[in-house]
Structure formats: C-alpha cells, structure tokens
C-alpha cells in the first residue's frame, strides 16, 4: 500500500501540473481508485496545510482543487503582465448580477429588473467569457431562454457554490454584491464612451445622455472656425 507521504507528492505533482481544477474523482483515478475519499481529503488538507506560509494555496473550487496564487500576491504577479484586464460595462455587471442572484432568469426578467433593453451583445460577452449559459426554456409564450451562471464562474471567483455569494446589501444594486468579491476587484465596468455603440444602448437611459453630452462638446476638427471669434 502506498504510504502517505508518497500519495501527498503525487498529488500535489498532479495539482500543480493540471491546468484546470481537478475534482475527487479524476484524484482517486491517480490511485486507481484504492484510496478513498475521506482519506483524499485528508492528504488534501495535509497539503493546504504544508502550503500555509507560501504565495500559493491549495484551495477547492466548484469544479474541483487547485493550487492558485493568494490575493496579496496578486499586485507583484501583474507587474509581469502589465497589459489592461478586459473592461465590463456597467450594463454587463448589472446583467451577471441579475443572473447571479435570481437564476433561472430569462432576458424579460432582467429587463424588468433594470428597467432598460438589454442588448444581446452583453449576454454574449457573458457568455462568451463562459460565465452564463441557457440551461432551459419557460413553459410560457415564445417559450424564452433561461439563464444561469456556470461552474467557470465560480471557478473563476474562488467559489465552490453560489451559497458564498455575498448577502445583498442593497437589492436594487445586486452588482455591488459581485464588486465586493476579491475576484472582481480588477474587473472595472468600461466608460460609457469607449463601449461599443450597440453596448451603449443597453446602459441606462441617464448614462447614455451623459456620454452622449460629453461627445457632443468635442470640437470637430475639420469645421470651419466661427467668424465672431476671428479677428
């Protein structure tokens, strides 16, 4: 029988060599099943525990375990990739929160919730990213699409259930939930301006005024100067 030092390395080699998360059953398989899952958790605390003092932990996550940087180490890691993370806009982190907390939920839903069109081009960017996806349809008119959050996105917020999402402060702000996470911290919502024209049009009707005012106050520079300023 394998002794427990050796099934820690073997272990910690796979978790530190797989990609993505690796959940109980693909860690059994590295032990042809022999051990089980009480004992697996033990060595997986065992683990956590060797890794307390390190810029890495091991930590479980919807889809499985893994071994992933500690938030403090976060601000030294992106010095090596100074390139700006991928911008939200107010409309898409307004969207995800919706879908966060009141899934199943179709579009007619969240439109009712922020009082505004939604552009499908923020559901897709969403989805694009993995983080929402259809898991059904209403047994009503038109028979909608229902959509929820995926494991990747708890995944990729450090969560292993929706359960440890933030309690809502303010139900009418349910983003403010999702900002209050480590993870979303460096998620900013991008400037009503720079977002695509048809991102635009899904952001609330006062944001849309104020990005339009700003750009209508940008001089053209090919017009022809006003002839009461010249001399």
């Given at each position: ?44 605390d065992?683990i ?28 030294y ?6 390139e ?47 983080w ?8 009503t008119?038109g ?13 990729d917020l ?8 933030p ?40 944001i ?16 022809e ?7």
């Amino acid at each position: 029988m394998m002794n427990t030092q050796h099934a820690r390395r073997v272990l910690e080699t796979a978790l530190i060599c797989s990609a993505q998360p690796l959940p109980m059953r693909e860690l059994r398989v590295l032990f042809n099943e022999e051990l089980g899952v009480d004992t697996l958790r033990t060595l997986l605390d065992d683990i956590s525990t060797e890794w307390a003092q390190r810029g890495v932990e091991l930590v479980q996550v919807a889809s499985g375990w893994r071994f992933q940087s500690r938030p403090e180490m976060r601000e030294y890691l992106d010095r090596l990739h100074p390139e700006k993370p991928p911008k939200y806009t107010r409309a898409g982190l307004e969207t995800l929160a919706i879908i966060a907390y009141r899934q199943p939920v179709t579009r007619g839903d969240m439109e009712d919730i922020r009082g505004v069109t939604i552009n499908t081009t923020v559901i897709k960017q969403l989805e694009d990213r993995g983080w929402v996806e259809v898991i059904g349809h209403r047994e009503t008119v038109g028979r909608p699409a229902l959509y929820a959050t995926t494991r990747q996105f708890l995944d990729d917020l450090g969560l292993t259930s929706l359960d440890q999402l933030p309690a809502l402060q303010d139900p009418h702000a349910p983003e403010m939930g999702l900002q209050s996470l480590p993870g979303f911290e460096d998620l900013p919502a991008s400037d009503p301006i720079d977002a695509p024209q048809d991102v635009q049009d899904a952001l609330p009707l006062e944001i849309q005024t104020q990005a339009e005012g700003v750009a209508t106050q940008q001089p053209d520079s090919g017009s022809e100067p006003d002839p009461q300023i010249q001399a």
